[in-house]
């Protein structure tokens, strides 16, 4: 029986698109990741840029260009709820796709938890099998040369389905699952196809090493410090009269103060900036006062599996 796509995939979105680049641009303190996976990602895509660096730097081949060429198109963001992972997952496809001038553009398509299926035997290992099947027919072998379009594959919360195979309570199920995802993981590698993997996942050491080990680039996000606090700050409240010594304040109140965590990124773009706005909405301006108020009313998430009230 044939899986139907939309089975498979929450969501499926042609970058670029306007919604996506403005996103992309609103994830602030997270530049030099940016530049990694942006680099990274272009070296995957356009491998013979190895090639051209080579010749320019070393006048001719170097091994480890191969090296590098030869590891497998997977990337792992690992770190707290609202960091802005998942964020980044689903739009540096976005800038990818305008500043590397692909044609075809990238195309994201995000794996459903309902992959995960109910636990009877195989089937979850044929719906991780079939949502590769799927992703390989947007991506085209690339025979020689760079590619003009890209897929990427974001699977968010993974551990949920690449847990390790080490854990003594894992069901067998699940065992096969992770196989059929590092199968999937090598064979677009060995083929050569435009897609690149990402693992989105709250739990970074409960991966399979396996994994880990195959991944292009594995990256930390950790909430923001008091500088990136106040950028982000002031970005939220731009247009409204807040001076500096106000935002300095307000990046100040969105750290620890008195807990062992601060503010996430999306604590203060979603329920901070949301609450202000439905406070004042219609009645009156926003005040330095109003945001102080609501920062008392609002705590920051509790890390994942902190215990934290």
């Known amino acids: 029986m044939t899986t139907d796509i939309n ?53 001719g081949p170097v091994a480890l260009t191969d090296v590098v060429r030869d590891r497998p198109p997977l990337f792992i963001f690992g770190g707290d709820v609202g960091t802005g992972k998942t964020s980044l997952a689903e739009t540096f496809g976005d800038h990818l796709a305008r500043t590397e001038h692909l044609s075809g553009g990238v195309r994201l398509m995000r794996l459903s938890l309902n992959a995960r299926g109910s636990g009877t035997v195989g089937e979850m290992t044929t ?11 947007q991506a085209p072998i690339i025979e020689s040369g760079d590619a ?17 195979r080490d854990a003594s309570q894992m069901h067998h199920e699940d065992r096969a699952g992770v196989n059929a995802l590092i199968r999937g993981i090598n064979t677009i590698s060995t083929q050569r196809r435009p897609v690149i993997t990402i693992l989105c996942t709250n739990r970074l050491d409960a991966l399979d090493p396996a994994i880990r080990r195959r991944a292009f680039g594995e990256f930390a996000f950790a909430r923001p410090d008091e500088m990136m606090r106040a950028t982000l700050l002031s970005q939220i409240f731009h247009g409204i009269s807040f001076d500096e010594q106000q935002i300095a304040e307000l990046a100040r109140l969105t750290g620890k ?53």
């Open 257 to 309: 103060n008195g807990r062992d965590y601060g503010f996430t990124y999306s604590d203060i773009t979603t329920r901070l900036a949301s609450t202000v706005l439905l406070d004042a909405f219609a009645c009156k301006p926003v005040t330095f006062e109003d945001v102080v108020a609501v920062l008392k009313r609002v705590p920051p998430t509790p890390p994942f599996n902190s215990g934290a009230p």
């Open 7 to 59: 089975e498979l995939f929450d969501e499926i979105l042609d970058l670029p698109e306007p919604n996506a680049q403005r996103r992309y641009a609103a994830l602030v303190g997270l530049d030099d990741v940016k530049a990694q996976i942006h680099k990274q990602a272009k070296i995957l895509l356009k491998p013979t840029l190895l090639d051209k660096w080579a010749d320019e730097y070393h006048h």
């Open 148 to 164: 003009t379009q890209a897929t990427i594959l974001l699977i968010d919360e993974a551990d949920a389905l690449a847990q390790s």
């Open 127 to 137: 719906l991780i099998t079939r949502a590769f099947g799927a992703v390989e027919e």
